[in-house]
């Protein structure tokens, strides 16, 4: 609801649900056209937009989502009769004192957009509190544009760390590992392995992640954090078991065949980190970790989160990562290496 004061200010109000959930008229915000009052105000039918008249003949066009005012200029000398605005918002028509019609051509294209729109909260109409949102579409007609680029930016750069975090440890000490300790005969096999996940179509990963990976994740949430901790945990027990077996035992093992022993623990790690999950929710979680952590901390879970994003492109950039640092390590030139071992580098313990 549009209302023009006596004292030529343009307010505007909405219905808004409180922390109670009843409803209410409230103001959203207004506008200053002049000193005088206001006479009369026609809204666009496709946009938040509308033109204000005052008693002295003063005209100004605002957008609310934007909250900009886009034309404030004296238009008549006196009040007008009747101020129309086409359908389009492009053309409108007053009819002055005199009865005579004049007729204008506006030119407002995207008056939506603004500094304020793009990058600041914005309270638009049936929502409780300002807030950052992107909406470029809807099906309803009481829609209005709403085109906040920052959950946009901040949910990319939050995704792409989620997705650093995973990608490039992963990839790092995997290139170390190859390029340093293991056998050129699995070597040639692994190399080529890793860098064919670099010739997947990014879409089809976004597709596996949007309709595979994100229900996956829901209905798996305990057990994918659960893997973060028994794999590597694993990992070290068996380190350590294999360390009390009698050498002549493990070397039997040739040098740089280690990582295909490791293969199926962390295979039995990540399968009993599903199994126990059910077990870490009850004692831990009341049961369900996402009641828990919207109760304790609020935060809502959404099955399209930046955790399965970042997952899904984590597992993309391993392999460029992975080819970058392995390709650095073997541009080392090799008296380098050799004058690192004299020092008394080690390439490992067994």
């Known amino acids: 609801m549009l209302v023009g004061d006596a004292k030529g200010e343009l307010a505007q109000w909405s219905l808004v649900r409180n922390d109670q959930n009843y409803v209410n008229m409230q103001k959203l915000r207004s506008f200053k056209l002049a000193d005088s009052p206001i006479v009369a105000v026609s809204a666009e ?30 238009l008549l000398q006196a009040a007008p009769h009747v101020l129309a605005l086409s359908p389009k918002a492009d053309f409108f028509l007053v009819e002055d004192a005199a009865g005579k019609v004049q007729s204008w051509r506006l030119e407002n294209e995207h008056p939506e957009i603004s500094m304020k729109s793009l990058w600041r909260k914005v309270w638009y109409e049936s929502y409780p509190k300002p807030d950052y949102i992107w909406q470029s579409s809807s099906a309803s007609n009481d829609f209005e544009p709403k085109m906040s680029l920052t959950p946009l ?15 490039i440890p992963l990839a790092l000490f995997g290139a ?15 190399k080529p392995g890793i860098e064919i996940m670099g010739a997947l ?36 027990v068996f380190a350590y078991l294999w360390q009390q077996v009698p050498e002549t035992t493990r070397h039997k ?15 039995f790690g990540a399968w009993l980190a599903f199994q126990l999950a ?28 930046t955790l399965v994003v970042g997952l899904a492109m984590g597992f993309a950039v391993i392999p460029m990562i992975f080819s970058i640092a392995e390709d650095a390590i073997f541009s080392v030139p090799k008296h380098l290496t050799t004058g690192s071992l004299a020092l008394g580098a080690t390439r490992g313990k067994r």
């Open 45 to 74: 039918q496709r946009r938040r937009g509308m033109l204000a008249i005052d008693s002295g003949g003063q005209l100004a066009v605002y957008n609310s989502t934007a909250e900009r005012e886009l034309i404030n200029t004296k």
């Open 153 to 167: 930016v901040f949910g990319t750069l939050k995704a792409s760390f989620y997705a650093m975090l995973m990608g």
């Open 176 to 190: 170390i590992y190859t390029g340093y300790f293991m056998a050129p005969r699995v070597r040639q096999y692994v």
């Open 201 to 236: 179509p990014t879409v089809i990963l976004g597709f596996l992640a949007g309709l595979w990976l994100a229900p996956f994740v829901e209905s798996h949430l305990a057990g994918i954090f659960a893997v973060l901790m028994v794999v590597p945990l694993s990992v070290m």
């Open 253 to 267: 093992i040739p040098d740089g065949w280690d990582a295909i022993v490791l293969v199926p623990v962390v295979v």
């Open 278 to 305: 059910p077990s870490f929710e009850a004692w831990f979680f009341r049961g369900d970790l996402r009641v828990w952590m919207r109760e304790e901390f609020g935060i809502g879970y959404d099955q399209r989160n």
